[in-house]
């Protein structure tokens, strides 16, 4: 947790080159498992059984690296820094804090539905989990550019 006497220092352009790189990583990976899903889910009962098993492998990939990227942005304290870099921004970034944990328990309960191979509703989920990832990580790139360019400001 980072405290407000260090908000002297900036959200520099090495963190946000590093959490962008995240979110790019994210969106690639979850491109391919939605393209995965929905082919599985068009397959009906002629499932293969080989490519359920890889998409179950993509998804605990996916579930990792998405858990693993909100502990960044989270112990990081990126989300602190833009908190005490731009205060106005604090609402946003709790309502971002929230998101992670509902993002975390939908990705979670997709795992179980993968164990339980209800391909066409896990496709169906996915991609509107996707859809909201996308959104919540677009919202961040805007935010900490914002914070950026405010500190930025701050300072001249
Ligand atoms: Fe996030
Ligand atoms: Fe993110």
């Known amino acids: 947790m980072i405290k407000a ?13 590093a959490l962008e790189s995240e979110h790019a990583s994210l969106r ?3 491109e391919g498992l939605e393209r995965r ?27 990792r690296q998405l858990v693993d990227h909100f502990a960044h942005e989270e112990e990081g304290g990126l989300l602190d820094l833009a908190a005490a870099t731009a205060p106005r921004l604090a609402d946003r970034i709790e309502g971002l804090r929230a998101q992670h944990d509902e993002l975390r328990a939908r990705v979670d309960a997709l795992v179980d539905e993968a164990a339980a191979d209800a391909w066409e509703r896990l496709a169906e989920r996915f991609a509107a989990l996707r859809g909201d990832l996308l959104e919540h990580e677009r919202v961040e790139n805007e935010m ?4 950026y360019l405010e500190d930025l400001g701050g300072r001249g």
């Not at 006497?5 to 080159?17: I, K, N, T, Y």
């Open 144 to 147: 900490m550019q914002s914070a």
């Open 5 to 17: 006497e260090e908000a002297g220092r900036p959200a520099s352009p090495v963190a946000f080159g």
């Open 28 to 30: 690639s990976l979850a």
């Open 37 to 63: 899903l929905a082919s599985l889910a068009r397959a009906g009962r002629s499932v293969d059984g080989a490519a359920e098993t890889e998409s179950r492998a993509a998804l605990s990939v996916f579930r």
